[in-house]
């Protein structure tokens, strides 16, 4: 019997898929989750990154908000990239008046805060947890945090250019946030960074 943690990957929009495979090289067994069956069943959550004003409508259409609301305050473990960032943040500026996320980590996050999807670039950042050489980020149409409540620590910031000094990296508790992809760069520590934190709680 594998002691692998069962890790979803909340399947409404983004790169649900590019996730999946990244969470099952990091050790885990990873599944898409669309349904509140589906939430039940896994020991944390992944919000991938996508269009944060879509994923925040269609939790509301699968009737998803309040459980993955109910599994953050019962401590369920969770990880939001990109558009996941903003869905766990309690504060997003320039978003739509509409959109709702989860409010599980004190930040304030500025949305599409590094420009839009031409303005997408890489840059080395040094995480806090994560040995080794610093990881290769992707940014695409990113967030960043511009501010942090006394509880979250600061894991990441971007190291030079235009941007640098920018928080990209967070975690409050159980609850773990980046504004870029790793996903899409075949580096698995920041998933097996999760997947250990799945694993101890």
Request: charged share 25%; aromatic share 6%; glycine share 10%.
């Amino acid at each position: 019997m594998s002691d692998a943690p069962v890790i979803g990957v909340l399947a409404l929009q983004g790169d649900v898929r590019e996730h999946v495979a990244a969470l099952a090289g990091a050790g885990a067994d990873a599944r898409p989750v669309r349904r509140r069956e589906e939430l039940e069943a896994v020991d944390g959550l992944v919000i991938p990154g996508g269009e944060s004003t879509t994923i925040s409508k269609l939790a509301d259409i699968f009737e998803l908000r309040e459980p993955i609301d109910k599994r953050i305050a019962a401590g369920m473990p969770v990880y939001g990239s990109c558009a996941g960032m903003i869905m766990l943040a309690t504060e997003v500026l320039d978003g739509r008046p509409d959109q709702r996320g989860f409010d599980g980590i004190e930040m304030t996050v500025r949305r599409n805060a590094f420009g839009r999807q031409v303005d997408s670039f890489e840059a080395p950042v040094e995480i806090t947890g994560v040995a080794g050489e610093p990881f290769h980020a992707v940014f695409i149409r990113a967030p960043w945090v511009e501010r942090v409540g006394a509880d979250v620590e600061v894991l990441g910031t971007v190291t030079d250019g235009p941007a640098a000094g920018r928080i990209v990296a967070v975690r409050q508790g159980n609850l773990l946030a980046t504004s870029f992809h790793p996903e899409l760069t075949g580096d698995l520590r920041v998933h097996r960074y999760f997947v250990e934190l799945v694993r101890a709680a």
